[in-house]
């Protein structure tokens, strides 16, 4: 018998729980049809900010031994822009498009979100309050209860449609910082953006990245995400959806016990644009393990 693989987040029904992380995508008509889609259940956008922001200098890459630091710093074309080039195709894309938007000042941000609304298409808005790749706000935005909870207001009262929240794991109180988010009316927290961290060029002998930090994704934070998604989802009641190293099915399953609604995926589609398909097709597997007739039953499985 198939197994219903779908989750719900808020108002969004999907048919998977699999979605791609923002940055990861590609803005590739192709990519955005069915049959690149399978077992994926939304996509979220590159990040989306007011103005074009051209991005960092230097390197903006680094492998790791089990992940890849980034510092690419945001960059894209700015709201106008990416309606113009980029919303077509996500207009006709099969599942949900989620626009993450950049949380700049509340003006500049509060502007990028109507110029999005404006156009119908995107299904939610994805606040990303957490981007350790940009100096002054971005990052910080999401570092403590009362910055978040102005960051959310301000998004919540222009946008209509699914608010998503995006957290940064580099905050010392998780759980107050997702309370304050839940508090102001977001439908869903993300949890979570990368972790900061660094390289070093042995070569040069400095810092690999112009901006000496940058942000670690992949096999390596799995565990950290892990236990953030299991705080954060015992502190709020909204939907989570658990950010941070999923590359396999087992991985999405652990953040369903956890708790999670649904994952997001980032760097394992760097290495494999089958991902979606793979990690839902081994989720059968686990509904059957634990006894659940379908896969939305195994949502905090674990914490019982
Ligand atoms: C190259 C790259 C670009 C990214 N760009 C963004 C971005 O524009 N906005 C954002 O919120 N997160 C961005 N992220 C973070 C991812 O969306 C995701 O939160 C993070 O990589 C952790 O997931 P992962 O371990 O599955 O990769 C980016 C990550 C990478 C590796």
Redesign the pocket.
Same mark, same amino acid.
């Given at each position: 018998m198939k197994i219903d693989m779908s989750v719900s987040i808020g108002s969004l029904n999907l048919d998977f729980p699999v979605i791609p992380?923002?940055?990861?995508w590609p803005y590739e008509k192709d990519f955005w049809k069915s049959d690149r889609l399978c077992g994926i259940g939304a996509v979220?956008t590159?990040?989306i900010s007011l103005h074009a922001k051209r991005g960092n200098s230097g390197i903006?890459?680094w492998e790791t031994p089990a992940?890849?630091l980034?510092s690419?710093g945001?960059?894209?074309v700015g709201a106008a822009a990416f309606v113009e080039k980029y919303l077509p195709m996500a207009e006709n894309c099969p599942v949900p498009v989620i626009a993450?938007v950049?949380m700049e000042s509340t003006k500049d941000t509060s502007e990028t979100l109507r110029i999005l609304q404006d156009t119908g298409v995107p299904a939610g808005a $994805?606040l990303?309050i957490?981007?350790p790749?940009v100096d002054g706000e971005g990052m910080a935005w999401g570092t403590d209860p009362l910055s978040a909870a102005k960051a959310v207001r301000a998004a919540r009262k222009v946008w209509r449609g699914e608010l998503w929240v995006?957290m940064t794991p580099q905050t010392a109180c998780p759980e107050d910082v997702a309370r304050a988010i839940e508090e102001e009316g977001a439908d869903a927290i993300?949890a979570?953006?990368?972790w900061l961290g660094m390289g070093m060029d042995m070569q040069r002998g400095k810092p690999a990245f112009d901006r000496v930090v940058a942000?670690?994704?992949?096999?390596a934070?799995?565990p950290l995400?892990l236990r953030l998604v299991w705080q954060v989802c015992g502190a709020v009641s909204i939907p989570v959806i658990g950010?941070?190293?999923?590359?396999t099915a087992s991985d999405c399953a652990a953040m369903m016990l956890a708790g999670a609604s649904a994952v $997001?995926?980032?760097?394992?589609?760097?290495r494999n644009l089958d991902t979606g398909k793979e990690i839902s097709e081994g989720l059968e597997k686990y509904v059957r393990q634990y006894r659940c007739t379908k896969l939305a039953g195994m949502r905090g499985l674990a914490r019982k």
């Open positions: 992380a923002s940055g990861v979220c590159k990040a903006r890459l992940g890849v980034n690419i945001l960059q894209n993450n950049v $994805e990303n957490s981007c790749n995006k993300v979570a953006n990368t942000g670690l994704s992949g096999p934070v799995f995400a950010c941070g190293g999923v590359a $997001e995926v980032g760097t394992a589609f760097f």
